[in-house]
């Protein structure tokens, strides 16, 4: 139980006046809701504040805000890959995601995979790809949970029943105002969202240090604690993990950018220089990112102890000593409406991608059809990732996630490089992404779901995803070369140049 | 990685491997914004 029944007070206040925004957003805009433009991309009209506001929401979401400094407070710096993976991210928006707004507008595209539909006129890699943005979001909507379902059960004086059934009424209030004002609920629950996002880790840079002794002790400190731990961890990182921290920064990075959360996010731009101008002003939530996964050193400079299974909560604990009582319930209203922005964005761009590049393909049924089966597969999918929550553990949840991570790799070189050259073929695209699916859950099961691997060969230890990536690119490449040298098609390519422009 | 990989010198009493990748951040966001900038009277960026 938290101190401070100021803290409920302050949080319930705000969690009521969020849940009121989310349903007023449907007074916001004007247009026809029963197309899935409207509905699930907000009819590509939000300028560069709204997507600032928006996309900060849903690429920093709770779960990285409380897992973050939980992997620092556990395992040292490796955790702080994070930060040159978040610094990475963006050169891909500003490149990749900026070519790939212009041709979704150009084509009248909702997701991803409606462009590998046109561009490879392969239906079987429209569902592989849709399939693995849809398995990799998944567990990190149920993931958005954890943060949430921390600070509830803390509320709820450790009463499993009560933190469930209030986890249960907030994501029914999300899923409701998600399914009757689409993308607008989220992202005018955005602007709340970081607003208390700034003022609880601003007010936490200010009070915390202060009262730890200042950044030296406490490094020092988290450095005496973290070799204390199994395995011990270090301020530093061992050379045999070099390899390892800059393939993981620059796999995630080359990923982010591809979950349905930035793809919905960043359709929803009115113009290409809306999601430049982003990839320029976004990096000042990195650095909001940079400053709270600092907090897991704080929490093991505090003193404060948590065996492996519950580090998510060493940043609630923290807050909770340190601040004063009405600052700690700004801060847990910040981690709890947090995990509903990007639960309703991950919701809205899983449920776009499964209504039109799976449902679709298999009916006859087209808009607005299509609109209500993903209205009402968000609600599915929102459903789904409370149900995981409450029945899965959450290591498992997590094991998850990082293996989407590495998943969403192997789409890579289809949707990332399928948006610069049509070189590849798609029956070797589809063979190199079976193959990188295989060995990167191969990898994970063999290391029991660790998102590092040493090759035999050498001992060298990447990302999974990273090594999945190679051997998918080498197939691809390999199949390419040999079906050209058979002298089969390239199979069909229903975008122009014209489109790019 | 070698290159960043060490403690000091310190700023603030926050050892330079976290420093300097955070400094990164902003680095990264100014060339990105001059990139922007230099581009956008050639074309519609």
Not at chain 1, 83 to 102: C, E, G, M, S
Not at chain 1, 127 to 146: F, K
Not at chain 1, 335 to 362: H, K, W
Not at chain 1, 413 to 419: D, F, N, S, T
């Amino acid at each position: 139980m938290f101190r401070s029944s100021s803290a409920f007070v302050v949080f319930a206040v705000i969690f009521v006046g969020v849940s009121v925004l989310g349903f007023a957003a449907s007074r916001w805009g004007s247009g026809d809701r029963t197309s899935l433009e409207e509905w699930g991309l907000a009819g590509r009209g939000f300028g560069t504040i709204v997507s600032w506001f928006l996309l900060g929401g849903d690429l920093y979401t709770a779960y990285t805000f409380v897992a973050l400094p939980a992997f620092l407070y556990g395992a040292g710096a490796i955790g702080f890959f994070a930060v040159p993976y978040t610094t990475l991210a963006f050169i891909f928006f500003f490149v990749v995601v900026t070519r790939f707004w212009v041709v979704a507008r150009n084509r009248g595209y909702v997701t991803l995979a409606d462009f590998i539909r046109d561009r490879f006129g392969d239906r079987r890699l429209e569902v592989a790809v849709a399939l693995t943005c849809v398995a990799a979001a998944m567990p990190y909507v149920a993931l958005q949970l954890v943060g949430m379902q921390a600070v509830l059960t803390q509320f709820g004086a450790g009463s499993p029943l009560v933190a469930g059934s209030a986890l249960f009424v907030a994501f029914a209030i999300v899923a409701a105002y998600t399914y009757i004002c689409g993308l607008r609920g989220p992202a005018l629950v955005a602007f709340v969202k970081d607003a208390l996002m700034y003022v609880t880790i601003i007010a936490a840079m200010v009070i915390i240090p202060a009262k730890l002794g200042g950044w030296g002790h406490i490094f020092s400190a988290a450095g005496v604690a973290l070799k204390t731990h199994v395995p011990p961890g270090g301020l530093l990182l061992p050379p045999n993990m070099y390899f390892a921290y800059g393939t993981l920064a620059l796999g995630s990075a080359s990923t982010l950018f591809m979950y349905p959360h930035s793809i919905t996010s960043a359709l929803s731009a009115k113009s290409k220089r809306v999601i430049a101008r982003n990839a320029v002003f976004l990096p000042i939530y990195s650095i909001l990112l940079a400053l709270l996964a600092l907090m897991g050193y704080c929490a093991l400079a505090a003193g404060i102890h948590l065996d492996a299974k519950h580090t998510s909560l060493a940043v609630p604990l923290l807050l909770d000593a340190l601040f004063p009582g009405w600052l700690a319930g700004v801060a847990f209203a910040a981690i709890v409406t947090g995990a509903l922005v990007p639960a309703a964005v991950m919701a809205i761009g899983s449920a776009n991608l499964f209504a039109s590049n799976v449902l679709a393909e298999f009916t006859q049924d087209r808009p607005p059809a299509e609109t209500q089966h993903a209205k009402l597969l968000c609600l599915a999918v929102l459903a789904a990732a409370l149900v995981l929550v409450l029945t899965v553990p959450v290591p498992f949840a997590i094991n998850f996630q990082l293996l989407g991570g590495a998943w969403m790799l192997q789409i890579f070189p289809v949707a990332a490089m399928g948006l610069y050259t049509r070189w590849f073929y798609p029956n070797a695209l589809l063979a190199g992404w079976a193959c990188g699916i295989v060995c990167t859950t191969a990898m994970a099961i063999a290391t029991g779901f660790k998102s590092t691997f040493a090759l035999p060969a050498n001992g060298l230890v990447g990302y999974i995803g990273f090594y999945g990536f190679v051997l998918n690119l080498a197939v691809a490449t390999g199949l390419t070369l040999l079906l050209r040298a058979t002298g089969s098609g390239p199979g069909v390519d229903r975008t122009v140049p014209a489109d790019y422009a | 990685m070698p290159l960043y990989a060490r403690l000091e010198p310190t700023l603030f009493g926050i050892p330079f491997f976290y420093w300097y990748q955070i400094a990164w951040i902003v680095l990264g966001s100014l060339l990105i914004g001059a990139v922007l900038l230099l581009t956008q009277g050639r074309r519609d960026v």
